[in-house]
Antibody, heavy 119, light 111 residues
Framework: EVQLVQSGAEVKKSGESLKISCQGSGYKFATYWIGWVRQMPGKGLEWMGIIYPEDSETRYSPSFQGQITISVDKSINTAYLHWRSLKASDTAMYYC????????????WGQGTLVTVSS | QSALTQSASVSGSPGQSITISCTGTSNDVGTYDLVSWYQQHPGKAPKLMIYEVNKRPSGVSDRFSGSKSGNTASLTISGLQAEDEADYYCCSYAGSSNPWVFGGGTRLTVL
């Protein structure tokens, strides 16, 4: 059974750094792209970036380029989303999701990590 | 990279059918048969309901169907049930540098 398990909720202050994680299981982790999706309170889904665990090739949405870093440790089947300096506007739910075969949009999703940033 | 366009809300009575549309451009929906639909209940992660325009994952009711014409994809839910009340999002591939373009979401209310 394919599963993506994300790290727990975080409460941080503006200016602090943060790294959240997403661990995959039940499939060959290294050969499926993993993406991150933001959902701000009461809003829709926004693609942030995506990484290929086998070689760490990474692509970012222009809206998030320079604001986040996506990385992976394929030895432990885990992808990461990292902020160097959080802002209050980063308060949101963050989902990791596995890209479907053939370039399809996501087929499996993590349960989400709620990040709350106070100013 | 603009989001795909969905109507904000739709409603229907139990047993009826509804259709949610998702309009993109020739850069995404119009070119690629890689459109997916997701159901999201409050406080839950999105769930894949349709992929590759009209395919259903195992376990998804056949009351859910998808189609595409030109730059517009559609999700039809037949025989509406109370548990179908949720937010629905479309998503299209739009090239290697923009792999996931989402619609703004449609809130389905079952009256």
């Amino acid at each position: 059974e394919v599963q993506l398990v994300q790290s727990g909720a975080e409460v941080k202050k503006s200016g602090e750094s943060l790294k959240i994680s997403c661990q995959g299981s039940g499939y060959k982790f290294a050969t499926y792209w993993i993406g991150w999706v933001r959902q701000m309170p009461g809003k829709g889904l926004e693609w942030m970036g995506i990484i290929y665990p086998e070689d760490s090739e990474t692509r970012y949405s222009p809206s998030f380029q320079g604001q986040i870093t996506i990385s992976v440790d394929k030895s432990i089947n885990t992808a990461y989303l990292h902020w160097r300096s959080l802002k209050a506007s980063d308060t949101a739910m963050y989902y990791c999701a596995r890209r479907g075969k053939g370039g399809s949009p996501p087929d499996f999703w993590g349960q989400g990590t709620l990040v709350t940033v106070s100013s | 990279q603009s989001a795909l366009t969905q109507s904000a809300s739709v409603s229907g009575s139990p047993g009826q059918s509804i259709t949610i549309s998702c309009t993109g451009t020739s850069n995404d929906v119009g070119t690629y048969d890689l459109v997916s639909w997701y159901q999201q209940h409050p406080g839950k992660a999105p769930k894949l309901m349709i992929y590759e325009v009209n395919k259903r994952p195992s376990g998804v009711s056949d009351r859910f169907s998808g189609s595409k014409s030109g730059n517009t994809a559609s999700l039809t839910i037949s025989g509406l049930q109370a548990e179908d009340e949720a937010d629905y999002y479309c998503c299209s591939y739009a090239g290697s540098s923009n792999p996931w373009v989402f619609g703004g979401g449609t809130r389905l209310t079952v009256l």
